[in-house]
């Protein structure tokens, strides 16, 4: 399913009534019905309920209206609170709210002391709030009618439907500029949007469904989105069924390079993970000097060891050689995973990259080297592969945290693209983009997965597909496996589940992927 920017869905609804000659109040009066029972389903039924629909003067007010309406013909006690002005309707939004007038359905003017009193008194006896306030419009600061509002609104404490998404919610970016309603379910009108899945604003959303209203498919499925969802249906498409007479070598040689004194389970876990998720033969290459230690822990991977110039450090031209001589009978290659930041193998990880002619997937350590010289990525000879958390990619960029993530769609595109790279970035809600400016969230995970070594089972996810599907789309298996093997953990350890509790169910969310291809 695509996802669509602000603007995006603005021309999708011109559209809809230029091209397709689709009235705008048809499209209103379908939202509305489905509103309506959205919000019967979210009450358990319609009759004898008692709604609070808070309206504002834009369209998203008017589906409001449309569901008021609908509601009130299925049984239920409707009040409706206007947040602002009749005369400041649109067109739409004014014909349905002169109907509701005709049918002398309770209507209020947010206007006085008494206007807010009856509101106060209504929310704290109402079943249901409707919220359809202020859509996908919304950008800064609130008013302060609608801030005060929205207060109102979560100070209630009742089951809350928003429209469209949640208000004060900023559709791109998910960004809460002063406050936003903490919605238990919204609807989604046409295409879901990015800042429902972006915090804060994913935390506001609740359980999130999409109807299309009517809109025709071509418009909702346009190439000029460049947002999509990783859904089930696209992460079935992406793995292909193995032949009867494979061969371990058909299914990826991947060479990991990780590990450093005192960081030899990152190695572990990326290394497990690769052959978890599915590849033939995996080996790891670490220090010498911790060489016996992984060799020991892990039966399956083969672990070679490297020079180093100290202890339990990777560098030098000796390591170079080694790691280059590795490579070459290799399908792809992972590097970083618990390397280190010494300074020598910082330098062995730049040259490595530019030497090595292989699918190339960076992790932690790896993209730090890169930290200085970020526009030494796209001189590589290939297109690798960056999995950084947003700490990472602030860091890669020299932006702080909070700037990062309040545009990170927009940053995180214009880097893919200057630097000529796929871009993981690791989240709330995991983003891939690629230097094409294509892109696209997860639709699996939880706060479960914010464990230490979540990155590394990832990045060994990755690695491990590089040969099981087009190298360019195992990112997104990567990401889909690894978010949908979490939920598995999290549905049997919960908020205490491991890095290694993810890895062990690769296998499970696999074959779950086999299954829906059936």
């Given at each position: 399913m695509?996802l669509?920017?602000?603007?995006?869905?603005k021309?999708?609804?011109?559209k809809?009534?230029?091209?397709y000659?689709l009235?705008?109040l048809?499209?209103m009066?379908?939202?509305?019905?489905?509103?309506?029972?959205?919000?019967?389903e979210?009450?358990?039924g319609?009759?004898?309920?008692n709604?609070?629909?808070?309206a504002?003067?834009?369209?998203?007010g008017?589906?409001?209206?449309?569901?008021?309406r609908?509601?009130y013909n299925?049984?239920?006690?409707?009040?409706?609170f206007?947040?602002?002005e009749?005369?400041?309707?649109t067109?739409?939004?004014?014909c349905?709210?002169e109907?509701l007038?005709?049918?002398?359905?309770?209507?209020?003017?947010?206007?006085?002391?008494r206007?807010?009193?009856r509101?106060?008194?209504?929310?704290?006896?109402?079943?249901g709030?409707?919220?359809?306030?202020?859509g996908?419009?919304?950008?800064?600061?609130?008013?302060?009618?609608?801030l005060?509002v929205v207060e109102?609104i979560?100070?209630?404490?009742k089951?809350?439907?928003?429209?469209?998404?949640?208000s004060?919610?900023?559709?791109d970016?998910?960004?809460v500029?002063?406050?936003a309603?903490r919605?238990?379910?919204?609807?989604?009108?046409?295409l879901?949007k990015?800042g429902h899945l972006?915090s804060?604003g994913?935390?506001?959303?609740?359980?999130?469904?999409?109807d299309?209203?009517g809109?025709p498919?071509?418009?909702?499925?346009a190439?000029?989105?460049?947002q999509?969802?990783?859904d089930?249906?696209?992460?079935?498409?992406?793995?292909?069924?193995r032949?009867k007479?494979?061969?371990k070598g058909?299914?990826?040689?991947i060479?990991v390079?990780a590990?450093?004194?005192?960081?030899?389970g990152?190695a572990?876990?990326a290394?497990?993970?690769?052959?978890?998720?599915?590849?033939?033969i995996?080996v790891?290459a670490?220090?010498e000097?911790?060489?016996t230690?992984?060799?020991?822990?892990?039966?399956e991977?083969?672990?070679q060891?490297?020079?180093e110039?100290?202890?339990g450090?990777?560098?030098g031209?000796?390591a170079?050689?080694c790691?280059l001589s590795l490579?070459?009978?290799c399908?792809?290659?992972l590097i970083?995973p618990?390397?280190?930041?010494?300074a020598?193998?910082m330098e062995?990880?730049?040259?490595?990259?530019?030497?090595v002619?292989?699918?190339?997937i960076?992790?932690?350590d790896?993209?730090?080297?890169?930290?200085?010289?970020?526009?030494?990525?796209g001189?590589?000879p290939?297109?690798?592969?960056?999995t950084?958390?947003l700490?990472e990619?602030?860091g890669?960029?020299?932006?702080p945290?909070?700037e990062?993530?309040?545009?990170?769609?927009?940053?995180v595109?214009?880097a893919a693209?200057?630097?000529?790279?796929?871009?993981?970035?690791?989240?709330e809600?995991?983003?891939?983009?690629?230097?094409?400016g294509?892109?696209?969230?997860?639709?699996?995970?939880n706060?479960?997965?914010?464990?230490?070594?979540?990155g590394?089972?990832?990045a060994?996810?990755?690695a491990?597909?590089?040969?099981?599907?087009?190298?360019?789309?195992?990112?997104?298996?990567?990401v889909?496996?690894h978010?949908l093997?979490g939920?598995l953990?999290?549905?049997?350890q919960?908020?205490?589940?491991?890095?290694?509790?993810?890895?062990?169910?690769l296998?499970?969310a696999?074959?779950?992927?086999?299954?829906?291809?059936?």
């Amino acid at each position: 399913m695509k996802l669509s920017l602000v603007q995006e869905m603005k021309e999708i609804d011109k559209k809809t009534v230029e091209q397709y000659g689709l009235p705008e109040l048809l499209l209103m009066e379908n939202a509305g019905h489905r509103v309506a029972e959205a919000m019967i389903e979210l009450l358990g039924g319609a009759a004898g309920k008692n709604v609070c629909i808070l309206a504002g003067t834009g369209n998203n007010g008017g589906d409001a209206m449309a569901a008021a309406r609908h509601l009130y013909n299925m049984g239920a006690k409707v009040k409706l609170f206007l947040t602002g002005e009749s005369e400041h309707f649109t067109a739409s939004t004014a014909c349905m709210y002169e109907v509701l007038r005709r049918m002398e359905l309770e209507i209020h003017t947010l206007a006085g002391d008494r206007d807010w009193d009856r509101l106060h008194f209504t929310l704290k006896f109402t079943d249901g709030i409707l919220d359809g306030i202020l859509g996908t419009g919304v950008q800064g600061e609130l008013r302060k009618t609608t801030l005060r509002v929205v207060e109102e609104i979560n100070a209630a404490g009742k089951l809350v439907l928003s429209i469209d998404i949640p208000s004060g919610v900023e559709a791109d970016t998910g960004r809460v500029a002063t406050a936003a309603v903490r919605a238990d379910r919204t609807l989604s009108l046409g295409l879901p949007k990015v800042g429902h899945l972006l915090s804060p604003g994913a935390d506001m959303t609740g359980n999130l469904t999409v109807d299309d209203i009517g809109i025709p498919a071509a418009l909702l499925q346009a190439d000029t989105i460049r947002q999509a969802l990783l859904d089930d249906e696209l992460a079935a498409s992406l793995l292909p069924p193995r032949k009867k007479a494979v061969h371990k070598g058909d299914c990826g040689r991947i060479l990991v390079v990780a590990g450093s004194r005192g960081m030899t389970g990152a190695a572990a876990l990326a290394a497990s993970s690769a052959l978890r998720s599915g590849a033939g033969i995996v080996v790891l290459a670490v220090p010498e000097s911790i060489q016996t230690v992984l060799a020991m822990k892990m039966t399956e991977v083969m672990t070679q060891p490297v020079p180093e110039t100290q202890d339990g450090i990777m560098g030098g031209e000796a390591a170079l050689g080694c790691l280059l001589s590795l490579a070459e009978n290799c399908d792809a290659v992972l590097i970083g995973p618990g390397l280190g930041r010494a300074a020598e193998t910082m330098e062995l990880v730049r040259i490595f990259a530019a030497k090595v002619n292989k699918p190339l997937i960076m992790d932690a350590d790896a993209i730090y080297a890169f930290r200085t010289q970020p526009d030494d990525l796209g001189r590589l000879p290939q297109v690798p592969i960056l999995t950084p958390h947003l700490g990472e990619m602030a860091g890669l960029l020299g932006v702080p945290v909070p700037e990062l993530r309040e545009s990170l769609l927009p940053i995180v595109r214009e880097a893919a693209a200057e630097y000529q790279c796929v871009l993981v970035v690791k989240s709330e809600c995991t983003l891939i983009v690629y230097p094409d400016g294509d892109a696209f969230f997860t639709t699996k995970g939880n706060p479960g997965m914010a464990t230490a070594g979540c990155g590394d089972v990832l990045a060994g996810t990755i690695a491990g597909l590089m040969k099981q599907t087009e190298s360019g789309l195992a990112p997104l298996l990567g990401v889909y496996l690894h978010g949908l093997a979490g939920d598995l953990a999290y549905a049997q350890q919960g908020e205490a589940l491991i890095a290694s509790d993810i890895r062990d169910k690769l296998p499970a969310a696999r074959m779950m992927v086999r299954e829906k291809q059936k």
